[in-house]
């Protein structure tokens, strides 16, 4: 027998029982951290907004997409940053919201000199009446996937290289 295993044979605890005791030990830990300090009366907390102002996370009223024609992206690895309209603008894969039957164009540009394409598909993952745009492989260059006509059935628009990360949801409503 090696050194080792004469180590092991005198430790009388399993490596199980040594995982639990850690595992509550990093627990008691953790607990004992919470910051139990009041805040001062005459700060508002620094996740409530002032009264006056609307948050910036909340959704936008299905009314603010009745006028909407097309949807403007810059495509990058990382995700599909919206550009217009302005309800979209500046946010990392935005969900849309299409109204049924009414068309769209979905216009982007290559913001990372990477090749992407921009697919609107379904529940299953299929791409949907062939809306899909040509491939753009150079930075600054721009495609339109023109004349989408919103259904249903339409899930997300996704680039097929980069689906993990640049995906985004539509939702459709009905008139």
């Known amino acids: 027998m090696d050194d080792s295993s004469k180590v092991l044979e005198a430790v009388p605890y ?8 850690a595992s509550v030990a990093g627990l008691t830990l953790v607990a004992g951290c919470a910051d139990d300090a009041e805040e001062p009366e005459d700060e508002e907390p ?3 907004e002032p009264e006056d102002e609307e948050p910036d996370d909340e959704e936008p009223d299905a009314e603010e997409w009745e006028d909407v024609e097309e ?5 990058r690895t990382e995700a599909w940053v919206g550009i217009e309209p302005e309800i979209i603008a500046d946010e990392e894969n935005p969900t849309i919201t299409l ?3 009414q068309e769209y164009d979905f216009r982007w ?10 697919e609107i598909r379904d529940g299953d993952d299929e791409i949907i009446d062939d809306y899909q745009s040509d491939d753009v492989s150079e930075e600054g260059e721009e495609t339109t996937l023109e004349g989408v006509t919103a259904t249903e059935e339409m899930v997300t628009y996704i680039c097929t290289y980069h689906e993990a990360t640049q995906v985004g949801d539509i939702e459709v409503q009905s008139d």
Do not use: Q
């Not at 399993?14 to 005791?21: F, G, H, N, T, V």
């Not at 949807?71 to 495509?75: I, L």
């Not at 540009?109 to 921009?118: A, K």
């Open 14 to 21: 399993s490596r199980r029982s040594m995982l639990k005791a």
């Open 46 to 48: 620094e996740d409530e």
């Open 71 to 75: 949807f403007y992206f810059e495509g």
């Open 99 to 101: 109204i049924e039957g």
């Open 109 to 118: 540009v290559n913001g990372d000199g990477v090749t992407h394409n921009l």
